[in-house]
């Protein structure tokens, strides 16, 4: 499906400040008409610190373990809020740990914020390499036997599928899905009709809330097997255990659909060649680090003199009314960016829906922060020269486009950045493998439940 990256041409000035959220929605749908245009869906899940912090506080770890592979399960539905900075790893792994007698009663819900940690320290490595398949599929066919774009009849629910079809329609309507959702339709775009992992991801980075290129294409890899030793497949039996059967009673193709039979029938339906073999040895070795590589902490910036005069970049990842930027400097103008560009980016366009829970993130941070639309470098460097501003601030983030930003601001505007973190998860720069999880774990482990010395 082909979409314009050109903004429309209208007069609407971006804002803060609205009595309700149908307000903000209804400034929106006019600063975005052409977003709005692919849909109107707006999520029940709202944007915003206050939000995030009743969802952390409704958060059950050992119930989580007990019951998180079901779909009404004890799922937290944090993760659009860890997404954009609104809560940190640190801070959710520090709350989970307050409400059990034993660290131990943590450890499952504290190994799946890890997870999330894992694929950002990946996305620091790769960058946009997470568009790339990693390494070859082993499911017995080459990359090229995948088609390139997502059938409409799966992105619109239409396959005839009653499970498959929800599920896309829960996408589209929500912007949120159960883990295992995720999992059983990314298996089925890719293994049962063949398409390739990388419309699939951008199929989702429209629509989640939560939707990152690490997180969300790395799973989507770890799926298809070229970040894994194999691929993940489901059957019937396994869809309606964790679904309570609501899918399976209702649907037409109950009994002769796609996904009946073992798993190993299924896997002679679907790898006919045999399903190829794979440890994970070869591709990314010196990237992520195997062997024992130190994974060096990202450069931060020397402190500099609090009483200089500073400009603060709120950019999408950094959402936190309560952020170490906004600690360090309370008083400082500060300026976030609708970036029509990067909104419409073909690979990753967002949906309406998407862009509700930015700007109710955007709602709650300091009043010394403003909005504009446009390139961000460009107003960045204007900002600058207008409050006089010895340099520019921003939370420290792992995107790339992030950087690209920042390095184009320092070249422009010839002022210094610094970048501003977070406590982090780990408390550890260390030697740490990130070629699979199960070889960061291994270290990360004691670190992430506060048995590693550092600070938690």
């Known amino acids: 499906m082909s979409r314009s990256t050109e903004p429309p041409s209208n007069d609407v000035v971006p804002r803060r400040g609205f009595a309700n959220r149908s307000e903000l929605i209804e400034h929106l749908s006019a600063l975005h008409p052409d977003i709005i245009a692919r849909g109107r869906q707006v999520s029940p899940i709202r944007g915003g610190r206050a939000a995030a912090l009743e969802a952390l506080q409704g958060i059950d770890p050992p119930r989580y373990e007990r019951t998180r592979n079901y779909l009404d399960g004890a799922v937290t539905r944090l993760s659009p809020y860890l997404r954009h900075g609104v809560l940190t790893l640190a801070e959710v792994r520090n709350h989970a740990l307050k409400l059990v007698k034993h660290p131990v009663e943590a450890a499952k819900f504290i190994n799946e914020l890890g997870w999330r940690d894992y694929w950002q320290r990946v996305y620091e490595r790769l960058g946009d390499g997470v568009w790339r398949d990693r390494e070859p599929y082993k499911t017995g066919y080459s990359a090229r036997r995948y088609a390139a774009e997502l059938p409409q009849e799966i992105a619109e629910g239409q396959t005839g599928m009653a499970c498959m079809d929800e599920f896309a329609r829960e996408l589209r309507d929500t912007g949120y899905l159960h883990n295992h959702a995720r999992m059983w339709l990314a298996a089925y775009v890719v293994h049962w009709r063949q398409v390739r992992w990388q419309a699939g991801a951008t199929w989702f980075l429209e629509h989640l809330l939560d939707g990152d290129p690490a997180s969300n294409n790395l799973s989507w890899q770890w799926v298809a097997s070229t970040f894994s030793h194999k691929p993940y497949v489901f059957n019937r039996e396994n869809l309606e255990k964790y679904t309570g059967g609501r899918y399976c009673r209702s649907c037409p193709l109950k009994g002769r659909c796609d996904l009946e039979g073992s798993y190993d029938q299924l896997e002679q339906r679907l790898f006919p060649h045999g399903l190829r073999a794979g440890d994970g040895s070869a591709e990314d070795d010196g990237v992520l680090g195997r062997n024992g590589d130190p994974i060096a902490p990202r450069k931060i910036n020397s402190p500099f003199p609090k009483s200089d005069s500073v400009l603060i970049w709120a950019h999408e990842d950094a959402l936190n009314p309560q952020a170490e930027v906004f600690r360090s400097y309370p008083n400082a103008p500060a300026l976030f960016v609708w970036d029509d560009s990067h909104l419409r980016n073909p690979r990753a366009p967002y949906s309406f829906k998407r862009v ?38 921003a939370a420290d983030s792992v995107n790339p486009r992030v950087h690209a930003i920042l390095n184009q601001v ?19 720069n260390g030697p740490i493998d990130l070629k699979r999880f199960s070889r960061y774990w291994r270290v990360a482990e004691r670190y992430a439940m506060g048995m590693g010395g550092g600070r938690v």
């Not at 446009?374 to 340099?391: F, N, W, Y």
């Not at 320092?410 to 550890?428: D, M, T």
Request: glycine letters at 4%; a negative charge; one cysteine or more.
């Open 356 to 393: 509700v829970f930015l700007a109710e993130c955007v709602e709650e941070l300091p009043a010394t922060v403003e909005v504009a639309r446009g390139e961000p470098s460009t107003l960045l460097v204007q900002a600058i020269a207008r409050v006089g501003a010895k340099r520019l601030v």
């Open 410 to 428: 320092e070249k422009l505007a010839r002022v210094p950045i610094e970048l501003l973190s977070e406590q982090p998860f780990l408390p550890y």
